[in-house]
């Protein structure tokens, strides 16, 4: 496909159309291991295809073996991505619920505590809501900003005796 003026062509496009008639469906996990990119490549292009399971299933158990890290967690939510309207989303996602230690990467630890810190935040205040404690902007604000999960620990478990945030602070 040309693209410009007839006389001065400026680009030239040969599109390139990959589905599950020119990727190869990935089901060894040694291969998984060798090449992740194209294993990802393979899971989306197959999404829909029978083999689908035994693809999901080689890369997971790679995955298992592999260091986690950034570019690890990057096909694993490229894979997510892709397979995302399909029936084979669910496969994952249990596959990826089921066991997730193989994300060991510094990121995915940071993002894991990030989790747990707004959950007990969250709860924190819905607690101090549902016990008719009042909290002011300002007090909400300083429990929002907390991301010391010890310190959330501590509110949480104070925040089921007190009357007043004051008393939630030990102020």
């Known amino acids: ?40 490549l393979s899971a989306v292009t197959h999404a829909r295809e029978n083999d689908i399971g035994a693809i999901l299933e080689a890369i997971v158990t790679a995955l298992r073996r592999m260091d986690g890290n950034e570019a690890t967690e990057f096909y694993v939510e490229l894979i997510e991505q892709g397979i995302s309207h ?3 989303a669910e496969t994952w996602r249990k596959y990826m619920t089921a066991d997730l230690s193989f994300f060991r990467s510094e990121s995915a630890q940071k993002l894991r505590e990030q989790g747990r810190a707004e959950g007990r935040m969250q709860d924190l205040l ?6 008719g404690v009042a909290v002011s902007d300002v007090a909400a604000d300083r429990i929002r900003a907390c991301d010391d999960e010890a310190q959330l620990t501590t509110w949480l478990r104070r925040s089921l005796d007190v009357s007043s945030v004051d008393q939630l602070f030990g102020e």
């Not at 693209?3 to 990727?23: A, D, E, R």
């Not at 040694?30 to 990119?37: C, E, G, N, R």
């Open 1 to 40: 496909m040309a693209i410009g003026h007839t006389s001065w062509t400026t680009i030239t496009l040969h599109p390139l159309v990959l589905g599950p008639h020119n990727v190869p469906a990935i089901t060894d996990p040694a291969a998984v291991a060798q090449d992740l990119p194209l294993a990802a």
């Open 86 to 88: 399909t029936e084979a």
């Open 126 to 131: 819905m607690i101090l809501q549902h016990r």
